[in-house]
């Protein structure tokens, strides 16, 4: 049984020859290329031999000038929708991308 026939199988409720493994961890690499990020987490996957990978952004949601971080309820309504296509995720979607090209059709993996 591969990779992502196991993991498919046991979100169906089928009989399966082992529970899919995997665990994730945070880089911390979110200032840096998607690049950096990409190669982290796909060595991860291979060390581990997770049967699929949480990949772990840390990339931020940009806040509005003057804010640093969501503290009441009133800095939640300060907060403005961002484009697909803006600058902010470039590097998050570059990464996933690459992970893609490397394991794509080996294993599944999951943004958060």
């Known amino acids: 049984m591969n990779k992502i026939e196991r993991v ?5 409720g089928e009989a399966i020859d082992r529970a899919p493994f995997s665990f994730w961890y945070h880089f911390g690499l979110h200032h840096g290329p998607g690049r950096k990020h990409a190669e982290a987490e796909v060595d991860f996957y291979r060390t581990y031999d997770l049967d699929f990978l949480k990949v772990m952004n840390d990339y931020p949601y940009p806040l509005p000038p003057g804010l640093e971080a969501i503290e009441t309820a009133d800095d939640w309504q300060r907060l403005e929708p ?4 803006d600058s902010c995720w470039r590097e998050q ?3 996933l991308s690459l992970i893609h090209a490397t394991f794509g059709k080996e294993a599944m993996f999951i943004d958060t």
């Open 93 to 95: 979607l570059t990464a």
């Open 8 to 12: 498919t199988g046991a979100l169906r």
């Open 82 to 85: 961002v484009a697909a296509s």
